[in-house]
């Protein structure tokens, strides 16, 4: 289904409804649907991402990746955050997100990345708020340097001869607007296809209300698709948010940590709240890619982040998650899961945006 061209909302009378189950395309690339995995440093791996797509997202982007790691061959770089499951290559699209300053360096990362991990698109970090990573020039620093920006933008497309988007924030710092002058320039004049704009300031991190008026005016001034980030916990405020922005799609992040069920709610493909068995099953499967990717022993320390989300969704206290931070092994972590939830439901991997689930949205009436 497509917009009326002054009216993205979808609200006028006459305007047909707008779905977050349409179609759309980015750059001429399909996209399943308008519900989007967020990236998330640390966290979106490619077995995060698989998981995203099973629950429903329509296209994922992978968590932040340095230039720079990816120019000077950092072997972890390359080999763990650059991996790309074969499985994921049949749901929606893929992004890799880069980050960093140096326009020759970018171009270099880009095509490595292109000819290496093949996604369809490079997204780039142009909104991180972390001090390290703003005092180096890159994320949310290249707001206040909107020509470096441009630059960066431009030598990721020639790099790598792929639609290149950026995901930025409104501005450094509150009430500040760069990044909202610096999405129409990186459109005009770096001809990136997208923009994810999080309409937060720098300043106030992940906190506080996300502007969704700013982000409407800038959908309204933009000739590419917009997609917005912030604020996405609850189904019913997502939707309002996404069709009141006139948006083209939203993308998930905290509001998924250990509830991907998130996305089949906000898709309308499911109204109930994961049962135990459901969410046992699903941590034990996250740890056994984990245990894929990084070995038993790494696994064992990384999976450390991930339990607080599962255990807050499971409704379980502080004695599972106790017993889950001191798992001295993968198999003693099991064993207290196993205990909590003696019949923990089994992953069912084929269910994509391609699929299972496209074939069980609810149909237009
Ligand atoms: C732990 C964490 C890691 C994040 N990592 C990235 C990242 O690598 N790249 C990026 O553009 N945004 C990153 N973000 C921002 C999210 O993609 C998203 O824009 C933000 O969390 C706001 O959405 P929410 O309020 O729905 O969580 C991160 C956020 C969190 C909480």
Redesign the pocket.
Known sequence: MTTVANDPAGTQPGSPERSLHDTWQLAGIDVPNRVLL???????NWFVRFQAQRHGAGMTVS??VSSFAIHYRNEKTCTELLRVDERERSGGPLAI?LFGQDVEVMRSAAAYVAEHARPDVIDL?M??PVPKIMGSGAGAAMLKDPDTAVAVAKAAGEGSGLPVTV?LRSGVKKGEADGYTLAARLVEEADVKAITF?PRSAQVQ?KGEPDLELAAKLVAELPVPVIL?????EPEWITDAWKSTGAEAI?????ALGDPWLFARVLGLRENDPTRQEIAGELLWVMEQAVTHLGESRATGYLRKFYPWYVTTLGDGHTLQNTLQRAASIDEARTAILEAVPDPATVDESGMPGSTLRAAAPQPA
């Open positions: 967020a990236p998330l440093a640390g966290i979106g968590e932040m997100q970090n909104g991180c995901k999080h992940h980030s912030g604020g996405m916990n993308m998930l992040a905290r509001g």
